[in-house]
């Protein structure tokens, strides 16, 4: 199967996304698939790691999916009968270079018309940033006909402490000793080879409509009530705060402001509002959350 084409185009702060798109694409370049991979860097780049003012201060842009310059990047085919996109979540949205890869002209005039898996390598939240990314292939005219979210499978309080430690300080060690390593497990990053022979299969056959499926039932895709809930409620701030830190003259007093609020919505008023859903009001809505746990699961847009 020589000849099929594939780019594989992705951007990465830290290299973990290099690693899940090579172990993904490994199957695709086994079979003699021509993959064409395209590491798009932004003009300026982002400093890591993040000091605390600069990270929070990201926020409304990527709310907003303002996008930044990027530096040019030439993709040598015209046409390519699939693109493999990855990226990364910043606050709930795509980061800040991937939603300007997907509104580039570039990207544009090849996704026009082209079948696109997305795949994402983040902490755990995600369903709402691929709800902008949805968005934002449905705008370049491209087919989203798979999803793959690889996030880090520790509790949600773990991964918070263990990306601060990665992110803001630069380190990938245990911290104290006693916390996991930050970021997508080793072994998870591994397993992207097995959801890139799926996509593998479901392209030699063309078989488009039955990727995400297949993908569904290998767990490539997981959307947990806790965490969706948790999401909910902040794809919902997020865009009332951003919209303040960019209309106050006091910007920097306003990013103080959401960093701490952001800590203590997620450390008190989410779980303390989760508790109160799960006891009283969860039962009664075991129809809709799992309509919306299938929903997110797939690769329609509302
Ligand atoms: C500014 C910023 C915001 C982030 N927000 C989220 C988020 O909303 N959800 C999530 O699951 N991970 C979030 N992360 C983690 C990233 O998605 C990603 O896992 C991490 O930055 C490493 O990615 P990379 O090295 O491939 O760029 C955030 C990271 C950064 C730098």
Redesign the pocket.
């Given at each position: 199967m020589t000849n099929k084409k594939v780019l594989a185009i992705?951007?990465?702060?830290?290299?973990?996304?290099?690693n899940?798109m090579d172990n993904f694409t490994q199957p695709l370049v086994q079979a003699g698939v021509a993959v064409e991979k395209i590491l798009v860097q932004p003009e300026q780049p982002?400093v890591f790691p993040?000091k605390a003012s600069v990270?929070f201060d990201?926020?409304p842009d990527?709310v907003f999916l303002k996008p930044v310059a990027l530096q040019p990047f030439t993709p040598q085919q015209e046409q390519y009968d699939l693109i493999l996109f990855?990226y990364?979540?910043?606050?709930?949205?795509p980061?800040l270079p991937a939603n300007s890869i997907l509104q580039h002209p570039t990207f544009k005039a090849i996704a026009n018309n082209t079948p696109v898996v997305t795949i994402?390598?983040?902490?755990?939240?995600?369903l709402?940033?691929q709800e902008k990314v949805k968005g934002l292939l449905q705008q370049a005219n491209a087919k989203l006909v798979g999803n793959i979210a690889i996030?880090?499978k520790h509790n949600n309080y773990v991964s918070l402490v263990t990306?601060v430690h990665?992110?803001l300080y630069g380190r990938t060690d245990k911290k104290w000793g006693i916390f996991p390593k930050p970021?997508?497990a080793d072994e998870d990053v591994k397993n992207a080879s097995v959801f890139g022979n799926t996509v593998l299969q479901h392209l030699q056959q063309e078989n488009w409509s039955a990727l995400q499926p297949a993908l569904i039932a290998q767990k490539a895709v997981r959307v947990h009530y806790h965490l969706m809930f948790f999401e909910h409620k902040?794809a919902h701030l997020f865009p009332i705060w951003a919209k303040q830190i960019n209309k106050r003259k006091n910007r920097a007093a306003w990013v103080t402001a959401f960093k701490y609020y952001l800590l203590f919505a997620l450390c008190v008023v989410a779980p303390t509002l989760y508790v109160i859903d799960f006891v009283l009001f969860r039962v009664f809505k075991l129809n809709r959350i799992k309509k919306q746990q299938q929903y997110y699961s797939g690769v329609a847009l509302k």
């Open positions: 992705y951007y990465t702060q830290t290299g973990q996304l290099t899940i982002f993040w990270f990201k926020m990527c990855g990364q979540p910043w606050f709930l949205s980061s994402s390598g983040c902490r755990n939240m995600w709402n940033s996030v880090d990306i990665w992110l970021g997508v902040g």
